[in-house]
């Protein structure tokens, strides 16, 4: 069975059956086929700095390597505080009941929207149900799989059915004149669903 989004609110339980909604699914895409000279399809690759190992889709996310140049696999990785301070692991939420309470819309606004699933039910909770069609706000923590910080889902609802907006909150930094600005790493770190913009 797969997993699910398991929502409690006023003492109701709602399991959610939950789809990734990607752009490409309302928008349709098109993408630029590179073939070889015997017409097979080309995969994309990268060297590495040096010009040692070539580098193919995927192999990167088993590992990582080092300023010695030892590889250190992606298992053994922790996640770090601002301070260097090691931190605790986060579960996944999937299958796990949580509690969702209502929030001021602002905090919707105020996050990083990072993913949009299309949710279904079929213990749907008529009060929620009522509740998120007459506009409000839920807040509920959701990790897909286990990390290092929590990202949040907010149920919504509307005629065309029901959504988890899930995301992180945006933090704000202010920087004086003689300060340098910070990367996004949060930016850094979206997914990118091959959107291509010549579409449009």
């Given at each position: 069975m797969a997993r699910q989004i398991v929502v409690s609110h006023l003492g109701?339980?709602?399991h959610f059956d939950f789809t990734k909604l990607e752009?490409?699914?309302?928008?349709?895409?098109?993408?630029?086929?590179?073939?070889?000279?015997?017409?097979?399809?080309c995969t994309?690759?990268?060297?590495?700095?040096?010009?040692?190992?070539l580098v193919q889709a995927g192999m990167t996310a088993q590992g990582y390597f080092d300023a010695a140049g030892c590889m250190v696999?992606?298992?053994?990785?922790?996640?770090?505080?601002?301070?260097?301070?090691?931190?605790?692991?986060v579960d996944s939420t999937l299958g796990v009941e949580q509690a969702a309470e209502q929030v001021d819309?602002?905090?919707?606004l105020d996050t990083r929207i990072q993913t949009l699933?299309?949710?279904?039910?079929?213990?749907?909770?008529?009060?929620?149900?009522?509740?998120?069609l007459g506009g409000?706000?839920?807040?509920?923590?959701f990790n897909y799989r286990p990390d290092f910080r929590t990202e949040w889902a907010f149920p919504v609802a509307n005629e065309e059915g029901m959504f988890a907006i899930v995301g992180r909150p945006i933090q704000r930094d202010w920087c004086e004149l003689d300060q340098p600005l910070l990367p996004d790493i949060?930016?850094?770190?979206?997914?990118d669903d091959d959107l291509d913009f010549d579409f449009f």
């Amino acid at each position: 069975m797969a997993r699910q989004i398991v929502v409690s609110h006023l003492g109701a339980t709602t399991h959610f059956d939950f789809t990734k909604l990607e752009r490409s699914k309302l928008y349709g895409k098109r993408m630029r086929l590179l073939l070889d000279s015997e017409g097979q399809p080309c995969t994309r690759a990268s060297l590495t700095s040096d010009g040692a190992v070539l580098v193919q889709a995927g192999m990167t996310a088993q590992g990582y390597f080092d300023a010695a140049g030892c590889m250190v696999p992606a298992g053994d990785l922790v996640g770090l505080s601002p301070e260097g301070e090691p931190l605790p692991a986060v579960d996944s939420t999937l299958g796990v009941e949580q509690a969702a309470e209502q929030v001021d819309p602002t905090e919707l606004l105020d996050t990083r929207i990072q993913t949009l699933y299309t949710l279904s039910s079929e213990d749907l909770d008529p009060g929620l149900h009522a509740l998120l069609l007459g506009g409000a706000v839920l807040k509920l923590p959701f990790n897909y799989r286990p990390d290092f910080r929590t990202e949040w889902a907010f149920p919504v609802a509307n005629e065309e059915g029901m959504f988890a907006i899930v995301g992180r909150p945006i933090q704000r930094d202010w920087c004086e004149l003689d300060q340098p600005l910070l990367p996004d790493i949060d930016a850094e770190d979206e997914d990118d669903d091959d959107l291509d913009f010549d579409f449009f």
